[in-house]
C-alpha cells in the first residue's frame, strides 16, 4: 500500500456537513461588485475552498479540511496558480477519460505552483515560504516500473484530478518533498504552473530520441504541441513543423518556436504528408513525427510525413480506437512510441529549460482568472479562447 499523500488527502476528501459554500455565478457580470463582496467574505470564511466537479457539466466550490502532514517527508503547499488542461475540462464535460471515471465529487486541476506552508520532520531540501512547482503524481515507488525509473508507468499512481483522486484546485495540497521543484530565483509562480504541461512535453520529446539535425513535425499546435516544438529546438532539431487546423494557432507557434507551419487540409492523410514534404523541403520524409492532437487525422498524417526508418511519437488523446496505416509502419519499419505524463528527471529539465531563458513558457498565458471564477477558466479553455488560462490561489 502506498503512503502517499494524496490517498491521505482523498480520505480525507468527505465534505464538511453544511460546509458548501455557494458562490454566485462568476458569468454574470452585471452583478460583478456584489459577486466580489461575496466571495471575498467566503473564500475567508472557507478553510480550503476547493472546485469540486460533482458530475458532467455540474462544479461548485466547497470548504473541504486542510489536509493533514500524515507522512514525515510531506510538505503542505499553500497553491498560488493552477493552469487549465484538456484533460480538466474532459472530465467536466465528459465525466471521464478513457478507463477513469468519475464515481464520487473530485476536486479538479492538476497544473499547480505554489508556497510550501509546513513541512514533514523528515523534509531536508524545502522550507516554509518557498516556491515551488507541483509534480501531482505521486507513485507508489515500489513496484517494477517504479524500481525501473519509469514511475509515470506505476501500478499505483495517485494521480491530482483523476478519480478518484483530489486535484490542485483547492487552496491547500499536501506532497512529498521530492515532487515539489524549489523555483530558482526570478521564476515566477505564473511560471511554475506552466512546468507541467512543459514537463509532458519534455517527455514526449525525450521519448522521440532526437538528434542533433533531425527535422521534426508536431501536429497540434496548443499548449503541449507549442511546447514540443521550442524542446525539439532545444534538443537540436534543425526544422521543426507545427501542423494545426487553426491559423491564429499556426500564426502563434512560428513566433513561439517552430521554424515552419502547415495548415492541415480537408485531403486525405497521404496528401497531407506529401503536401507538407514537399512545402518544407523533407526530402524523403521527416526524421520524427510528434502527435500532440490525438486527431486520427493527424496520427495518419503523422505516418505517412515519415521517412523510412523515422520515430513516431503519440503524445495526443483523442478517440480510443482510429484507422491506423499499419501497412506505411510496416514497411517504413518505423519506431512507434508512446508517451504518458512525465517521468525521472523530466520536471527538472523543465524547470531548468525555463530558468535558463530557453523556453519562454509564460508566452503560452493568454489569461489569469481569480479563483472565484474557476469555472469561467473551464468555460473559455472548452471555447478554444487563448492558449493557457490560469486560475488563482484561492483567497489571494
Ligand atoms: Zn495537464
Ligand atoms: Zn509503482
Not at 487525422?297 to 513516431?312: E, K, M
Amino acid at each position: 500500500m502506498g503512503s502517499t499523500t494524496t490517498e491521505t488527502s482523498t480520505e480525507k476528501a468527505e465534505p464538511v456537513p453544511d460546509s458548501s459554500v455557494s458562490l454566485p455565478n462568476s458569468s454574470s457580470k452585471n452583478k460583478e461588485e456584489d459577486a466580489q463582496a461575496d466571495t471575498c467574505s467566503c473564500s475567508t470564511r472557507a478553510q480550503n475552498l476547493s472546485f469540486v466537479l460533482e458530475g458532467v457539466n455540474k462544479v461548485r466550490f466547497e470548504d473541504r479540511p486542510i489536509p493533514e502532514i500524515k507522512n514525515p517527508h510531506d510538505v503542505l503547499v499553500q497553491v498560488k496558480y493552477t493552469g487549465i488542461c484538456g484533460s480538466d475540462v474532459h472530465y467536466w464535460s465528459h465525466g471521464s477519460i478513457g478507463p477513469y471515471a468519475l464515481t464520487s465529487p473530485m476536486v479538479l486541476g492538476h497544473e499547480s505552483s505554489g508556497t510550501i506552508i509546513k513541512i514533514g520532520p523528515s523534509v531536508r531540501t524545502l522550507e516554509p515560504g518557498d516556491s515551488v512547482a507541483m509534480e501531482p503524481g505521486v507513485p507508489c515507488r515500489h513496484c517494477i516500473r517504479c524500481k525501473e525509473g519509469k514511475y509515470n508507468l506505476c501500478f499505483d499512481m495517485a494521480f491530482a484530478a483523476t478519480p478518484p483522486y483530489d486535484g490542485t484546485l483547492a487552496k491547500y495540497y499536501v506532497l512529498p518533498e521530492d515532487f515539489c521543484y524549489k523555483l530558482p530565483l526570478g521564476m515566477s509562480m505564473e511560471e511554475g504552473a506552466l512546468i507541467e504541461p512543459l514537463a509532458v512535453a519534455v517527455h514526449v520529446t525525450k521519448q522521440a530520441s532526437l538528434r542533433h539535425g533531425d527535422s521534426v513535425v508536431v501536429f497540434g499546435a496548443g499548449p503541449v504541441g507549442l511546447l514540443c516544438c521550442a524542446v525539439a529546438r532545444q534538443f537540436g532539431a534543425s526544422k521543426i513543423i507545427a501542423v494545426d487546423i487553426q491559423k491564429p494557432r499556426l500564426e502563434f507557434a512560428r513566433q513561439f518556436a517552430a521554424t515552419a507551419t502547415y495548415e492541415s487540409q480537408r485531403v486525405s492523410a497521404q496528401e497531407n504528408a506529401a503536401n507538407l514534404i514537399r512545402e518544407n523541403d523533407l526530402g524523403v520524409g521527416a526524421d520524427v513525427a510528434i502527435d500532440a492532437s490525438g486527431a486520427e487525422p493527424s496520427v495518419q498524417a503523422g505516418i505517412h510525413v515519415l521517412r523510412t526508418g523515422g520515430t513516431y511519437v503519440q503524445g495526443g488523446m483523442g478517440k480510443d480506437d482510429i484507422t491506423f496505416p499499419i501497412m506505411a509502419a510496416c514497411t517504413k519499419e518505423l519506431t512507434l512510441k508512446g508517451s504518458f505524463r512525465y517521468s525521472s528527471g523530466d520536471y527538472k529539465l523543465a524547470v531548468q529549460l525555463v530558468s535558463e531563458g530557453k523556453v519562454d513558457a509564460k508566452r503560452l498565458i493568454s489569461r489569469k482568472v481569480r479563483f472565484e471564477e474557476a469555472e469561467q477558466a473551464f468555460v473559455d479553455v472548452k471555447a478554444g479562447r487563448g492558449i493557457k488560462v490560469l486560475i488563482g490561489g484561492s483567497g489571494d
